[in-house]
């Protein structure tokens, strides 16, 4: 059975941005936001770039309903962290969209996250790690030309890879399924987080399944309650297309399983390198 088949609709797509609904002009510190160049060898996929922040002064957290609401920013990501190390799930920021995240590898927070938004068990979930070098320790990558996935990622990119024999991942994450869903969201909270957990995360778009995605904190306020943090990274600019989910499991071609946010510039990149679109078959 194939991951990507069962994949278009289900992942998230998953930068913090300046402006929140949690922060009022004046009442709060100013959070700022830098945009630095990149000159590395990535494309840019059309959006901006390792960003990256700083809390002036002081920090905001909200408390509300037993539920904390704290920025995304440095200063929480080892509470964030130490969350995940505790089989906890996190409302975190992406490059797309805001998710539920926790530890891949422990089955009761991945169902604790099928619960929380009411999702089939036979749906799959993609999961993140924090630079594209640990890709490889989850899924099948020597298939690949060298540098394809620096031109993509970190970005707003979904990759489906085969899990392959090695993968650190548990045969309970998806089981039945030989593919997995990748990202390296160019989000600095969430890698941040993904690096410090010394595992790898589960994510998935923060809603009710069916509902519709997430681009602010207030979007999925009525699931709140169930997460032990909210970070809050403000209203997220690309819309709720998602991230563009690219099927990658076959050497030299690549099936677009969602166009998402990123779908032309990706498909731009993919040709670069000399992949062919796989033909659909009847």
Not at 28 to 50: S, Y
Not at 137 to 150: E, I, K
Request: charged share 20%; with cysteine.
């Amino acid at each position: 059975m194939n991951f990507s088949t069962r994949l278009a609709e289900k992942l998230p797509g998953i930068l913090p941005v300046p402006s929140s609904p949690l922060l009022r002009k004046g009442a709060f510190p100013e959070l700022r936001f830098f945009a630095t160049a990149n000159h590395g060898r990535r494309l840019r996929l059309g959006l901006q770039k390792n960003m990256v922040w700083s809390l002036q002064r002081a920090e905001l957290s909200v408390v509300t309903n037993s539920c904390i609401v704290h920025p995304a920013t440095e200063a929480y990501a080892q509470e964030a962290i130490e969350a995940i190390k505790s089989e906890k799930v996190i409302a975190v920021p992406t490059d797309t969209l805001y998710g539920f995240a926790c530890d891949a590898c422990s089955l009761e927070a991945v169902n604790r996250i099928y619960e929380i938004k009411g999702r089939k068990l036979t749906s799959p979930l993609a999961i993140c790690v924090g630079d594209v070098s640990d890709i490889k320790r989850v899924a099948t990558t020597n298939h690949l030309p060298h540098g394809l996935l620096d031109s993509l990622l970190p970005g707003p990119v979904t990759l489906v890879l085969q899990r392959g024999e090695s993968s650190i991942l548990e045969k309970s994450l998806n089981p039945g399924i030989d593919t997995i869903g990748v990202r390296v969201p160019d989000s600095e909270f969430i890698r941040e987080v993904s690096r410090g957990s010394g595992s790898v995360l589960a994510l998935t778009s923060a809603n009710l399944s069916g509902d519709r995605s997430s681009v602010c904190v207030n979007d999925f306020e009525n699931l709140w309650q169930h997460c032990a943090y909210i970070y809050d990274g403000g209203l997220l600019p690309s819309g709720r297309a998602g991230s563009t989910i690219v099927d990658l499991s076959k050497a030299g071609k690549y099936k677009i399983i969602r166009p998402g946010s990123a779908k032309e510039a990706t498909v731009a990149i993919l040709e670069k390198y000399l992949l062919e679109e796989e033909e659909e078959y009847c």
